[in-house]
């Protein structure tokens, strides 16, 4: 008996996960620097939206995107903060969430920042601070079996003088920050080059001598990693004014974004991460094929063609919607015109996603397929990245064309 095989094709792109290529053109520098290139995102629960749109667009957007890298990229790590964002996460998207402690347990996947969700550090009294911490520790704990170890706190407007003695008294080690260097006067006037900050990173003590290994210039969060990261005129800059010429870099999204877009030449961020959730979906029409015991192969649009049709039994095309609700025309639509007239009588399924109207596109492209003599067993449409239901209906889609 032949084995059943799936093909799943996504229009999808690969990309680098923060490794730094040289450029031939450039010449390393003489010295030795060193750059901790941190990922992280930092998420206001309310800013110039309300608590729906983060709990239903930005939490799932940097809960699925970085799921995505990490399942993709070995040396990706991530840092996330907020115990009141991790609880939205289960009760909102329990699915990816229960996949969070793999990554957890490996080390790739930092709960930073200790607290409930970032809070003023100026106003509110010693006790508040030091709650809000053990409320966040207290979750963290309790989900996931760890504790941070860090006070990360990019968005806030100045940090007190006591700030060390009551992270170490919570038993912190680290603090982060970019805040800083948005002020509009060098406090620092004479300083060489940290004219807003007292230091780019080292020891902060406070009143009573504890201390914290504190980090403040540390660039905008929602930066990208640059491809030339090994040899970057700003990271050297930033090295060579850092004791033993050493600074910290946040990159990542911001508010946004989930993860950065490095690696991605020659593509706008739309194309890049419509192509994410068009694999993150493939992903899951995989899973549900193999629930059904049969195999199914992962492969990028432009490695398929005619030629390797025979090798299969069954179809699942997958394609974001670009423009104006068309199919993805520069890698997918060359390829499935190709192979379209070949499909005659075949059982195919399909899928994709889209960021606005109504997801017209997917309705035109079973008709084509339809009229073109294919057999569609069914199609699964996501609204940006899948959550839940939509997770759910991929894999339902897998096995129903695995049947």
Same mark, same amino acid.
């Given at each position: 008996?032949?084995?059943?095989?799936?093909?799943?094709?996504?229009?999808?792109?690969?990309?680098?996960?923060?490794?730094?290529?040289?450029? @031939?053109? @450039?010449?390393?520098?003489?010295?030795?620097?060193?750059?901790?290139?941190?990922?992280?995102?930092?998420?206001?629960?309310?800013?110039?939206?309300?608590?729906?749109?983060?709990?239903?667009?930005?939490?799932?957007?940097?809960?699925?995107?970085?799921?995505?890298?990490?399942?993709?990229?070995?040396?990706?790590?991530?840092?996330?903060?907020?115990?009141?964002?991790?609880?939205?996460?289960?009760?909102?998207?329990?699915?990816?969430?229960?996949?969070?402690?793999?990554?957890?347990?490996?080390?790739?996947?930092?709960?930073?920042?200790?607290?409930?969700?970032? %809070?003023?550090? %100026?106003?509110?009294?010693?006790?508040?601070?030091?709650?809000?911490?053990?409320?966040?520790?207290?979750?963290?704990?309790?989900?996931?079996?760890?504790?941070?170890?860090?006070?990360?706190?990019?968005?806030?407007?100045?940090?007190? &003088?006591?700030?060390?003695?009551?992270?170490?008294?919570?038993?912190?080690?680290?603090?982060?920050?970019?805040?800083?260097?948005?002020?509009?006067?060098?406090?620092?006037?004479?300083?060489?080059?940290?004219?807003? %900050?007292?230091?780019?990173?080292?020891?902060?003590?406070?009143?009573?001598?504890?201390?914290?290994?504190?980090?403040?210039?540390?660039?905008?969060?929602?930066?990208?990693?640059?491809?030339?990261?090994?040899?970057?005129?700003?990271?050297?800059?930033?090295?060579? %004014?850092?004791?033993?010429?050493?600074?910290?870099?946040?990159?990542?999204?911001?508010?946004?974004?989930?993860?950065?877009?490095?690696?991605?030449?020659?593509?706008?961020?739309?194309?890049?991460?419509?192509?994410?959730?068009?694999?993150?979906?493939?992903?899951?029409?995989?899973?549900?094929?193999?629930?059904?015991?049969?195999?199914?192969?992962?492969?990028?649009?432009?490695?398929?063609?005619? @030629?390797?049709?025979?090798? &299969?039994?069954?179809?699942?095309?997958?394609?974001?919607?670009?423009?104006? @609700?068309?199919?993805?025309?520069?890698?997918?639509?060359?390829?499935?015109?190709?192979?379209?007239?070949?499909?005659?009588?075949?059982?195919?399924?399909?899928?994709?996603?889209?960021?606005?109207?109504?997801?017209?596109?997917?309705?035109?492209?079973?008709?084509?397929?339809?009229?073109?003599?294919?057999?569609?067993?069914?199609?699964?449409?996501?609204?940006? &990245?899948?959550?839940?239901?939509?997770?759910?209906?991929?894999?339902?889609?897998?096995?129903?064309?695995?049947?």
């Amino acid at each position: 008996m032949k084995l059943f095989r799936l093909f799943v094709v996504a229009c999808i792109l690969t990309f680098c996960a923060g490794r730094a290529a040289a450029q @031939e053109q @450039e010449t390393p520098a003489p010295k030795t620097y060193k750059i901790y290139a941190v990922c992280d995102a930092h998420l206001d629960t309310q800013w110039n939206w309300d608590l729906t749109h983060t709990i239903r667009e930005y939490i799932p957007r940097i809960l699925f995107q970085n799921l995505w890298m990490l399942e993709r990229y070995p040396d990706y790590k991530f840092n996330f903060e907020g115990g009141i964002i991790y609880r939205w996460m289960k009760e909102y998207y329990p699915l990816h969430y229960a996949r969070l402690q793999k990554y957890i347990d490996e080390g790739r996947w930092h709960i930073s920042g200790a607290s409930w969700n970032a %809070n003023d550090p %100026n106003m509110p009294s010693a006790e508040s601070f030091i709650r809000n911490i053990l409320q966040g520790q207290e979750l963290y704990k309790r989900e996931f079996g760890v504790r941070s170890t860090d006070i990360f706190l990019p968005d806030c407007f100045g940090f007190g &003088y006591t700030l060390p003695s009551l992270a170490a008294h919570c038993g912190l080690i680290g603090f982060s920050t970019q805040k800083l260097s948005w002020r509009k006067h060098d406090f620092f006037p004479d300083a060489p080059y940290h004219k807003k %900050n007292p230091f780019s990173w080292g020891v902060w003590y406070g009143i009573d001598g504890q201390s914290l290994m504190a980090a403040f210039d540390t660039g905008g969060y929602t930066a990208e990693l640059p491809a030339d990261a090994g040899y970057n005129k700003d990271f050297i800059r930033r090295a060579s %004014n850092g004791f033993d010429n050493t600074a910290m870099r946040y990159y990542s999204g911001g508010h946004l974004h989930g993860t950065t877009n490095c690696g991605d030449k020659g593509n706008s961020g739309t194309v890049t991460t419509a192509r994410r959730m068009a694999e993150a979906m493939a992903d899951l029409v995989a899973q549900g094929v193999r629930t059904k015991g049969s195999d199914a192969d992962l492969i990028n649009a432009t490695d398929f063609g005619p @030629e390797r049709l025979d090798e &299969y039994d069954a179809y699942a095309f997958g394609c974001p919607a670009m423009g104006d @609700e068309e199919l993805e025309d520069t890698e997918f639509l060359p390829m499935y015109d190709a192979v379209e007239p070949l499909l005659e009588g075949k059982r195919v399924a399909l899928f994709g996603s889209y960021d606005w109207n109504d997801g017209e596109w997917m309705e035109l492209w079973e008709q084509r397929a339809e009229d073109a003599g294919l057999v569609v067993v069914d199609s699964v449409i996501a609204k940006d &990245y899948p959550d839940d239901d939509a997770s759910a209906d991929c894999m339902r889609l897998g096995s129903l064309i695995a049947q």
